[in-house]
């Protein structure tokens, strides 16, 4: 949202009003409402025939698309589709399977990757529990390339997404996957590499009691403070530079129904492949940025005191011992990786531990930071 001097201010309050009122209405409406169910019987295809905790279960799980691969790999139409099957293989004697329709999701990794990501449509929803919001659509984070470089970068990005989760509960929940490709016209071997399925932002709005918000009218300001906050010190920590609230890049905004909060929104990462945690060779920051390499740190924040950055970043320090655990027991992560990434973390909890590192820390904070005053 531009701020120039050729605006009027009481124009730009009107604008700031009505999206914080945007928000608000936003927030009132009752979690459930996302399932129509008003004037007509529910429909047999939402019916629930089993529940399925998908984004419980830390161990990995089989999944096997069947499509036409050379199709949805070609990319010919961005906005094509692909119909195909998809099987959750729940142990050795249980599954659960789904007619499905395969999309194209992203702008760069679409681009760049021979697998572009995808957005599975699942024809006939899953439930996680009575309570729980249906999974009718969900985000497939796939290889870029093929290769074990490439696989190991999937791992690496999971393992953010984890990181995350011991700053909040207020994010996203993953679930590491090996994915078989299955060409349905027979004219390529399977293709069998790791996966990321993200939770759904209806599953989201239900965990949290929260709702997705629509507009990308927003700005960092619009951001409840302390999870804003918390997302611009993790992205710094982590050395992720791809995200950004106007117009939501890599960030999904949410309300809340709590009448204290209404007006605010709160934001969720995702998308975590540029970081320089997962460091893939491909993860080029772009020119405008200033940053040489992909493990080069920058704060894209708003701008707080003194007094809470140092209280959010002792926040963090706190956590280090969470963060590093994750790293540590993680059964997927090789061993030359987990130490890669854990002298990188050093990197940053070094300049938490001592009161004058920690104070020069703050002070790039002060001069990289957002100020909307």
């Known amino acids: 949202m531009k701020s120039g001097s050729d605006h009027k201010p009481g124009c730009r309050c009107i604008h700031l009003l009505s999206i914080a009122l945007a928000l608000f209405v936003l927030s009132v409406v009752p979690s459930s409402g996302q399932i129509d169910t008003s004037g007509a019987v529910q429909q047999e295809e939402d019916i629930p025939d089993r529940y399925f905790s998908l984004f419980e279960d830390e161990d990995i799980l089989e999944v096997s698309l069947h499509f036409d691969v050379s199709k949805f790999m070609k990319k010919a139409d ?221 704060f894209l924040g708003i701008c707080r005191s003194r007094e809470v950055f140092e209280s959010e970043l002792l926040e963090f320090l706190a956590k280090k011992g969470e963060f590093y655990s994750v790293i540590n027991n993680s059964p997927h992560l090789s061993k030359p990786a987990k130490r890669d990434i854990t002298v990188f973390l050093d990197q940053f909890f070094d300049q938490l531990e001592k009161p004058r590192s920690l104070e020069r820390l703050v002070d790039l904070f002060l001069a990289e930071c957002k100020n909307f005053q």
């Open 78 to 298: 961005r906005d094509q589709s692909v119909d195909g099957r998809m099987t959750l293989h729940i142990s050795e004697t249980d599954s659960v399977e789904r007619k499905v329709t395969v999309k194209y999701r992203g702008q760069s990794r679409y681009e760049r990757c021979k697998y572009p990501p995808a957005r599975i449509v699942l024809r006939k929803p899953l439930y996680e529990g009575p309570d729980s919001g249906r999974i009718k659509k969900i985000k497939l984070v796939n290889q870029c390339q093929p290769g074990s470089t490439f696989g190991d970068y999937v791992i690496r990005e999971y393992l953010v997404y984890k990181l995350y989760n011991v700053v909040t509960d207020t994010s996203f929940r993953a679930r590491l996957v090996r994915l078989s490709y299955i060409d349905t016209e027979k004219k390529r071997r399977p293709i069998i590499q790791y996966g990321i399925l993200l939770e759904p932002e209806g599953l989201v709005e239900s965990r949290l009691n929260l709702l997705e918000v629509s507009t990308k009218a927003l700005s960092l300001r619009h951001m409840l403070p302390t999870m804003i906050d918390r997302i611009a010190i993790f992205n710094y920590m982590v050395s992720n530079w791809d995200w950004s609230v106007p117009g939501q890049h890599n960030i999904s905004v949410f309300s809340s129904p709590v009448f204290e909060l209404a007006g605010q929104g709160v934001p969720i990462p995702f998308d975590f492949d540029l970081a320089g945690v997962v460091n893939a060779d491909y993860a080029i920051p772009l020119p405008e940025t200033g940053l040489k390499n992909n493990r080069d740190r920058t």
